[in-house]
T-cell receptor, first 115, second 111 residues
Framework: EAGVVQSPRYKIIEKKQPVAFWCNPI?????LYWYLQNLGQGPELLIR????????DSQLPKDRFSAERLKGVDSTLKIQPAELGDSAVYLC?????????????FGPGTRLTVL | SQQGEEDPQALSIQEGENATMNCSYK?????LQWYRQNSGRGLVHLIL?????REKHSGRLRVTLDTSKKSSSLLITASRAADTASYFC???????????FGTGTRLLVSP
């Protein structure tokens, strides 16, 4: 079974530029998560999708961050414009969904460096 | 915001020794999970313990949960160099499925 796929793995951009990250969850997983992980810290949830609906985006900085999950499968996270403080690893995770407590399966992440 | 605080922040041991990491959290939980993250790689789920459980085992891993003290511990027995990684506890609060991660313990196992 293929795991969660993320691309790109690394991205270096200059501040004020836009950037986008892509995530393909495990097949059949209805729930998709985007996390931000700063160096030396644990991941922090940015947004959670149940199918194509964003059910928790309270931690997403909506002035510059946006996300979408078309057709309830792949998802894209965008930052526009990027700031120096956005340098971090962006992790995508998926879980089967439903009412049972789920294990989350994480992708390898995208390491973003903003210069 | 980080809910859990892991202790110690860093741990260095020799192969064959046991490693114990602790996690404290602040609010009521449905369950507590432990994840491992190798350098430059994604997180891997290790074990989940529910709020009504006190101890759980999986291979060389043993997790305990004390909800009265809002704390958990992860014991890795007979450690190996391949266990070198950061270990995070994550709590799922009551009423929703959001996982809140701690700050992690960095474990170094030397051959």
């Amino acid at each position: 079974e293929a795991g969660v796929v993320q691309s790109p793995r690394y991205k270096i951009i200059e501040k004020k530029q836009p950037v986008a990250f892509w995530c393909n969850p495990i097949s059949g997983h209805n729930t998709l998560y985007w996390y931000l992980q700063n160096l030396g810290q644990g991941p922090e949830l940015l947004i959670r999708y149940e199918n194509e609906e964003a059910v928790d985006d309270s931690q997403l900085p909506k002035d510059r961050f946006s996300a979408e999950r078309l057709k309830g499968v792949d998802s894209t996270l965008k930052i526009q414009p990027a700031e120096l403080g956005d340098s971090a690893v962006y992790l995508c995770a998926s879980s089967p969904g439903g009412f049972e407590t789920d294990t989350q399966y994480f992708g390898p992440g995208t390491r973003l460096t903003v210069l | 915001s980080q809910q859990g605080e892991e202790d110690p922040q860093a741990l260095s041991i020799q192969e064959g020794e046991n490693a114990t990491m602790n996690c404290s959290y602040k609010t009521s939980i449905n369950n507590l999970q432990w994840y491992r993250q190798n350098s430059g790689r994604g997180l891997v789920h290790l074990i989940l313990i529910r709020s009504n459980e006190r101890e759980k085992h999986s291979g060389r891993l043993r997790v305990t949960l004390d909800t009265s003290k809002k704390s958990s511990s992860l014991l890795i027995t007979a450690s190996r160099a391949a266990d070198t990684a950061s270990y995070f506890c994550a709590t799922e609060g009551t009423g929703f499925q959001k996982l809140v991660f701690g700050t992690g313990t960095r474990l170094l196992v030397s051959p």
